[in-house]
């Protein structure tokens, strides 16, 4: 079966504006996660979803930062009034259970805030 | 909280056998597991431990030893295709397991 995909795959915004990530997890899987990669760096955790509830948002940077998750399925991640500093790539993943031993990732969406 | 540590670069031969130590600091503890990512691509699963010992998977091996707070990622006939970088990862119990922390990732460079 298909992966999980993300758009888009690049995104170049102006600073102060707000941007929305989407991910497609893989279907079935009902834990989806979203951490933010910056270069040469490793994975930040920012949230993670059980069905369509948030657990746990304990990563998200700041309230500019949300996140939301529909029908189980397709989740979004919204930044609001970017800032150079949230330029990074942004990897969903999902995972058929909640113990999220084995994540499968999306190819991530490349942001720049200029 | 947790923390994960890792060496941040490894050169090796091909057909070489190469091993990639992570220890960890942690609160409580589910599991240890490996992704590998290379440039500009997705993480990809490699191995899950929970239990001490080993885990084998073709060219990669997977080790844990709990007593320690050890783990480490062997991979076998070092392949060109291997270069790239290697994550640990474990859930942090903290947070009721659901946060995911990955160490900061070792480089993997594999020579001719």
């Known amino acids: 079966g298909a992966g999980v995909s993300q758009s888009p795959s690049n995104k170049v915004t102006e600073k102060g504006k707000d941007v929305e990530l989407r991910c497609d997890p893989i279907s079935g899987h009902t834990a989806l996660y979203w951490y933010r990669q910056s270069l040469g760096q490793g994975l930040e955790f920012l949230i993670y979803?059980?069905?369509?509830?948030?657990?746990?948002k304990s990563g998200l940077p700041s309230d500019r930062f949300s996140a939301e998750r529909t029908g189980g399925s397709v989740s979004t991640l919204t930044i609001q009034r970017t800032q150079q500093e949230d330029s990074a790539v942004y990897l969903c993943?999902?995972?058929?259970?909640?113990?999220?031993?084995?994540?499968?990732f999306g190819p991530g969406t490349r942001l720049l805030v200029l | 909280g947790q923390s994960l540590e890792q060496p941040s670069e490894v050169t090796a031969v091909e057909g070489a056998i190469v091993q990639i130590n992570c220890t960890y600091q942690?609160?409580?503890?589910?599991?240890l597991s490996w992704y590998q990512q290379h440039d500009g691509g997705a993480p990809t699963f490699l191995s899950y431990?929970?239990?001490?010992g080993l885990e084998e998977t073709g060219r990669f091996s997977s080790f844990l030893s709990r007593s320690d707070s050890y783990g480490y990622l062997l991979l076998q006939e070092l392949q060109m295709k291997d270069s790239a970088s290697y994550f640990c990862a474990v859930r942090d119990p903290g947070s009721g397991g659901f946060k995911t922390i990955f160490g900061a990732g070792t480089r993997l460079f594999v020579k001719a």
């Open positions: 942690t609160s409580g503890f589910y599991g």
């Open positions: 993943a999902s995972s058929l259970g909640q113990l999220g031993e084995t994540q499968y």
């Open positions: 979803f059980q069905g369509n509830s948030a657990p746990d």
């Open positions: 431990n929970a239990l001490d």
